[in-house]
């Protein structure tokens, strides 16, 4: 079974501090995303990578950047943290194939206070 | 952006009936899915239909695309309280890789 896991399921932060939040798949897939997911917005792409050391910019990158140094991993970045960037934060992988599904992590709940 | 709409927002039925959701999207796509999520946990895959098919069947789901109204429906037959849950549609736009995601149905299902 494909397992992506999150480094927390919970998370909390002061406002201004860098946090990091980690994502590793074990099935050698090319693509990962970093999604947030707030009520009534449903999830929003804010990064995504085809390959090592490859991004693009989602949807809403603002205020975020992401690493991918290995295959396995993508790492989300949140250089000075703020309280809008409280939210619920969900990695997914996916092969390289147009027909693929995403396997997501469990999620990571943070909150900037 | 890209990302779907769907409807309802919010859904509730009694057991035994049938659940549809809509998802709408903007532009050109090679495939749709859907994922269900439990209580604010990860997403999981249910089903995927391609751009060059119009229905597409898995146990009691049912998923139709329509892509010159840009849209999808998908169907839960014969519900149980175990499907409530919020349900999610994604597109992948034409050759970009990404998966962009609507803002999910919420399916309550009473015993």
């Known amino acids: 079974d494909v397992k992506v896991t999150q480094s927390s399921r919970y998370l909390v932060k002061r406002t201004g501090e860098k946090v990091f939040l980690e994502c590793v798949q074990d099935m050698d897939h090319e693509n990962m995303f970093w999604y947030r997911q707030d009520p009534g917005l449903g999830l929003r792409l804010i990064y995504f990578s085809y390959d090592v050391k490859m991004k693009e910019k989602g949807d809403i990158p603002e205020g975020y950047s992401v690493s991918r140094e290995k295959k396995e991993r993508f790492s989300l970045i949140l250089e000075s943290a703020s309280t809008n960037q409280t939210s619920m934060y969900l990695c997914?992988?996916?092969?390289?194939?147009?027909?693929?599904?995403?396997?997501f992590g469990q999620g990571t709940r943070l909150t900037v206070v | 952006s890209q990302q779907g709409e769907e409807d309802p927002q919010a859904l509730s039925i009694q057991e035994g009936e049938n659940a549809t959701m809509n998802c709408s999207y903007k532009t050109s796509i090679n495939n749709l899915q859907w994922y269900r999520q439990n209580s604010g946990r990860g997403l999981v895959h249910l089903i995927l239909i391609r751009s060059n098919e119009r229905e597409k069947h898995s146990g009691r789901l049912r998923v139709t695309l329509d892509t010159s109204k840009k849209s999808s429906s998908l169907l839960i037959t014969a519900s149980r309280a175990a499907d409530t849950a919020s349900y999610f549609c994604?597109?992948?736009?034409?050759?970009?890789?990404?998966?962009?995601f609507g803002q999910g149905t919420t399916l309550q299902v009473k015993p």
């Open positions: 997914a992988s996916r092969v390289l194939w147009r027909y693929a599904e995403a396997f």
């Open positions: 994604a597109t992948e736009a034409s050759n970009t890789g990404k998966l962009i």
